[in-house]
């Protein structure tokens, strides 16, 4: 579901293409999809509205970058907001440097409370301090026994009291006896609890006044529903968070409640937690975070990247070229390095309008070394081969444009058929619309034409059947409809300066 | 106080939501269904977590036959009440015990949603019938996993068998059910590691128990139940799959529905997994457990 939220974002709004500005009407289908992948990554409700409220006012009236698909553009956006309500970041302890520092987990039932405590201690026990973790989970069955195996695995005291009764006092104690310098800093497992358990959400509150914790972080599960708004509210009005941390992010829950809680309560989520032993606590970043909601992985990482680096005026340019047909080994290398600039050759390629299945089917070549080799190769060329490789290139200039580069010779041949293969995708493609670029794609990874190693070879055959007079003309039609709309864009532009 | 009347309080809370949702719909006599009402109505159910696609087909459903209409709230929750038993009929479904010899229970689930507590409960329901319970520890990996079981067993007069920190889980589950066959346990009930699901390993971990079981006694494990919990979101309908292939649950769970949530994730797991829900949790003590009647819990829903 996930993974096509991308494509059935460009499908929802493939219509904006070439209209040059998002408007909320044009983006309605589009922000309905946001919306339901929000919901499906389990950001509560009220927040989802919230945020696509916000997205919108963001996005209406911002230009369609030539260089990306509307959903694409779309998806960027919706990252980029993502990231800035989860953030900013703040992972520090705030530890006192005077006197014992008190940090106090709670949460509801099973959050994975005191794992974090143990968790906490160690990391505090690696920067050089003295932490303490204290058993104040005086409910659960065996929840003192469950600290103190930890304890006892870190090396690091635990203040238990089997025969207490309160767990107010108990902590007040454990202070106490940080205090007669045992320990520099104190972490506090408390019980869990439910948010609409009135009694024991006082007594959480009580903690609270007595032993004036530095900081208090609510532990979260991952895997949390709709639901996280109300408990995380709940314990932000008893208590006045100062942090998150939430747990079980090793499994294949998005995490959708991690912006909920932040949402609601404001405080920064400060850590997360990816596996049962001690050592998996990581610090909290917006980004990743936001990926992994949007489950896309680095592709909306790359939106970003994309809207930084390319440079819209050759994308335009060039765009126009393979529109036309006339696609050069200069524009292959020209290709090649606007995108290495980015990063692994499959990744980008996805940026590429139209080109997302390629990438797929290049599947990880080590595309970045090969390109160097490949750029060099086009480097020991003269302009005249770089028009014309396959019929100029003949086995003297191809030794030399070898030696030339420090390949072999049959590198050289290499490069010139892939470079067939891939004009001869560029043309194709150029007569046709976006839907029919994608089958085309489709139609070529099912065929096999990529060589083992992800190289493109040109095809021997057409992609199937001819096209009949009428397809012809269907597609002419196309041509010149697509010409007349970027010459309407252009005088846009040109008005617009 | 029942089990009935301590579902419907802890269903009470969600009520009183869903209630005041859909009336606050429902000013007057009726109002016009229209897209405002049914995006509202969408959203109100959203907030259960039963998921965009269980929503969307129940509010497409009173669309179809409400739009432009005006209705009353009674007709309008009426049709939602018949849809949601429609999605989660099922006969009540309590433990199936063994023809003869003793009934093998194994539970698993991902981490703290509530596993140990559950046999606590279950526990707790045999021996108020009479009936004898061993139980394995079989969660050798959490620190004090052991113990706490063990607390539980001594508290409900239950036996247990456990092994070492860290020792072979389906070890112990054999000899869990090898003191069930030789001292005549009437059930044996098999705690396991919480784990999550995409964890490959620790699933086959599982199914090397679920394995063990079979070969000890014919139609073993009898039940094999999912504790699910009831603030989990749509995580759950992956919970449910791939624990069921891993070791073909035959029922849910679903603990700790005294909170506010709404356990809504069982209509999707429903509708996707076909895995019935067998029991409720409805707090920490071992008497919180109740029979999960589909019919009672939508009616609680919307009483
Ligand atoms: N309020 C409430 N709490 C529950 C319920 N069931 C379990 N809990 C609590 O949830 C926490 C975790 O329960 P456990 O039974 O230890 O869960 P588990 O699945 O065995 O956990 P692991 O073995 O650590 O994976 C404990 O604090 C229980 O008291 C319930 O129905 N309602
Ligand atoms: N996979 C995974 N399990 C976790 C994580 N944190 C805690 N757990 C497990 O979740 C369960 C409940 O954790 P626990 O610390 O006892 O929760 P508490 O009831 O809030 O104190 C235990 O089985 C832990 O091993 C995590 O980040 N990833
Ligand atoms: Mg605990
Ligand atoms: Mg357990």
Not at chain 1, 170 to 177: D, F, G, K, T, Y
Not at chain 1, 464 to 484: F, I, M, N, S, V
Request: some cysteine.
């Amino acid at each position: 579901m996930f993974e096509s939220l991308q494509k059935s974002l460009n499908s929802a709004i493939r219509t904006l293409r070439g209209r040059g500005k998002l408007t909320e009407a044009n983006m309605r289908d589009g922000l309905g999809l946001v919306e339901q992948a929000l919901l499906e990554a389990d950001v509560s409700l009220p927040v989802v509205k919230d945020f696509v409220t916000r997205v919108a006012d963001q996005a209406v009236g911002g230009k369609v970058l030539k260089s990306l698909d509307p959903g694409q553009q779309l998806i960027g956006i919706v990252y980029q907001e993502l990231q800035r309500l989860m953030g900013p970041v703040d992972h520090s302890l705030h530890l006192r440097a005077d006197g014992p520092s008190v940090l106090m987990l709670c949460g509801l039932q099973g959050s994975g409370k005191t794992t974090t405590c143990g968790k906490l201690g160690r990391l505090l026990h690696e920067r050089g301090r003295k932490p303490m973790l204290v058993a104040a989970d005086l409910q659960r069955p065996a929840a003192i026994h469950q600290l103190q195996v930890l304890g006892e695995q870190l090396g690091l005291p635990v203040f238990a009291d089997l025969d207490a009764q309160d767990p107010v006092a108990l902590c007040q104690a454990a202070v106490r006896e940080a205090k007669s310098g045992v320990a520099d800093v104190v972490v506090l497992d408390t019980a869990g609890r439910l948010h609409v358990d009135d009694e024991l959400m006082q007594q959480l509150g009580r903690i609270d006044r007595r032993v004036q914790p530095e900081q208090v972080y609510l532990v979260v599960d991952a895997m949390t529903g709709q639901d996280a708004v109300l408990s995380a509210k709940a314990f932000n009005e008893a208590l006045e968070l100062d942090g998150v941390i939430m747990t079980k992010l090793d499994g294949d829950a998005r995490g959708g409640a991690a912006l909920s809680v932040k949402h609601v309560t404001g405080v920064p989520v400060k850590f997360v937690g990816t596996g049962e032993h001690l050592d998996a606590l990581e610090e909290f970043h917006p980004d990743r975070m936001a990926s992994r909601i949007l489950g896309m992985g680095d592709v909306v990482s790359l939106v970003e990247q994309a809207q930084r680096k390319f440079d819209q005026d050759e994308m335009a340019a060039q765009e126009e070229r393979l529109r036309k047909g006339e696609f050069t080994l200069d524009d292959f290398k020209k290709l090649l390095g606007q995108t290495s600039k980015l990063g692994p050759m499959n990744k980008v390629m996805s940026m590429i309008p139209g080109m997302g299945q390629l990438s797929d089917m290049m599947g990880d070549v080590d595309a970045e070394k090969d390109m160097k080799r490949l750029r060099g190769i086009v480097d020991s060329m003269t302009p005249d081969e770089r028009r014309n490789p396959s019929r100029i290139i003949d086995p003297s200039r191809r030794r030399r444009i070898a030696e030339g580069a420090g390949v072999q010779p049959h590198e050289v041949n290499e490069l010139v058929k892939q470079f067939d293969g891939i004009a001869d995708i560029m043309k194709k493609m150029s007569s046709m619309g976006m839907r029919d670029r994608m089958k085309a794609m489709q139609e070529m990874t099912q065929g096999g034409m990529l060589g083992p190693g992800g190289r493109i070879a040109k095809q021997k055959k057409g992609t199937g059947k001819r096209l009949t007079p009428q397809e012809r003309a269907k597609q002419k039609k196309l041509r010149d409809r697509e010409a007349r709309q970027r010459k309407r864009e252009k005088k846009q532009q040109k008005r617009q300066r | 106080m029942g089990l009935f009347d301590q579902l419907k309080q802890g269903l009470r809370k969600t009520t009183q939501l869903l209630n005041t949702d859909i009336r606050d719909l429902f000013k007057a006599e009726g109002r016009l269904v229209d897209d405002a009402v049914l995006e509202e109505l969408f959203e109100s159910l959203v907030k259960t977590d039963m998921g965009v696609q269980a929503a969307r087909q129940i509010v497409d459903d009173v669309g179809a036959q409400f739009r432009a209409r005006v209705v009353s709230m009674d007709e309008l929750i009426g049709v939602i009440r018949a849809k949601l038993k429609e999605l989660l009929a099922q006969p009540a479904d309590p433990i199936r015990f063994a023809a003869s010899g003793p009934t093998v229970i194994m539970v698993a689930g991902v981490n703290g949603c509530g596993k140990t507590t559950s046999i606590a409960k279950l526990t707790k329901m045999f021996r108020d019938r009479g009936l004898r319970v061993v139980l394995g520890a079989a969660d050798t990996f959490r620190a004090a996993a052991v113990e706490q079981l063990g607390i539980w067993a001594s508290r409900l007069d239950a036996q247990l068998v456990k092994g070492q920190p860290g020792s072979d889980p389906a070890s112990v589950a054999h000899r869990t059910v090898a003191k069930a066959l030789d001292d005549g346990f009437d059930v044996a009930i098999v705690d396991t590691a919480g784990r999550l699901q995409t964890q490959q390993g620790l699933m086959q971990q599982l199914a090397k128990i679920h394995r063990v079981l079979g070969k000890q006694v014919d139609g073993a494990p009898h039940e094999v139940l999912l504790v699910l919990d009831a603030t989990t979101g749509q995580n759950g309908i992956s919970q449910a799959k791939h624990f069921t292939d891993a070791v073909q649950c035959t029922g849910i769970v679903l603990a700790k529905l005294d909170g506010t949530a709404k356990g809504g994730v069982v209509v999707a797991i429903r509708q996707q997994v076909g895995l019935p829900v067998k029991y409720v949790g409805v707090g920490e003590q071992a008497d919180d457990l109740a029979l999960f009647e589909p019919d009672s819990f939508v009616d609680a829903l919307f009483a």
